[in-house]
Structures are given as C-alpha cells and as structure tokens.
Nanobody, 124 residues
Framework: QVQLVESGGGLVQAGGSLRLSCAAS????????MGWFRQAPGKEREFVAA????????YYADSVKGRFTISRDNAKNTGYLQMNSLKPEDTAVYYC?????????????????WGQGTQVTVSS
C-alpha cells in the first residue's frame, strides 16, 4: 500500500504560480511511477503530468507543457508539481497517483494509489 497526501493548492490569480506536493508513505514510493491528474466540475479526470520512478523521464499534457514541471525527491518520499503561468482553465481538483512499472502513464486506470486531491482555483 502507498498512502498519498497532496498539499499546496489554493486560490491564485491568472498568471500566478503554485507548487503542489504529494507526500507518500507506505510501500517504497521511490520505485513507483507517479502522475498528476486533475478534475474540473462536470468533467472527467484528465492527465496532467507523470514522472518515472527514477525521475529520468517526464511526460506532460499538451495543455500544460511549458508551464508545469513535475519532479520528485525520492529521499523525501515526495513528488511535486510546479505550476506557472496559471490560467482560469487550470481550475480543478488536482490528484497525485502512483503505480509500479506502468506501461501507460496517461491513463487513470493504470495507477493503483491515489491521494484525496487538493483544490486549485485560478481567478481571471
């Protein structure tokens, strides 16, 4: 089992920045692939970014490429999502997720463990 707890969400004006954290406990987080997803009201949960267990490979949705950066510190069992140049359309609940030896990082069904989410609201 892996327990995930997100933090760092909040209210920010358009153009601002936030840094989300995902603190992990339990089974070896350092060997898990990690992803960030988001879900806006009335919409399906969508892929935002993912990072391999080693940190060597990262992946982004086109909508956030160049604005968001995913990273991890395995020594601290923590993952991060740095969000810059935020837009109102980035408003959503953001979830971190973890799984082992994932083939498809963009699919919610690929991940075994999920956090409870943190709200990000971007005002115009």
């Amino acid at each position: 089992q892996v327990q995930l707890v997100e933090s760092g969400g909040g209210l920010v004006q358009a153009g601002g920045s936030l840094r989300l954290s995902c603190a992990a406990s339990g089974r070896a987080f350092s060997y898990s692939d990690m992803g960030w997803f988001r879900q806006a009201p009335g919409k399906e949960r969508e892929f935002v970014a993912a990072i391999r267990w080693s940190g060597g490979s990262t992946y982004y949705a086109d909508s956030v490429k160049g604005r968001f950066t995913i990273s991890r510190d395995n020594a601290k069992n923590t993952g991060y999502l740095q969000m810059n140049s935020l837009k109102p359309e980035d408003t959503a609940v953001y979830y971190c997720a973890a799984g082992y030896t994932l083939n498809i990082l963009v699919a919610t069904s690929a991940y075994d463990y999920w956090g409870q989410g943190t709200q990000v609201t971007v005002s115009s």
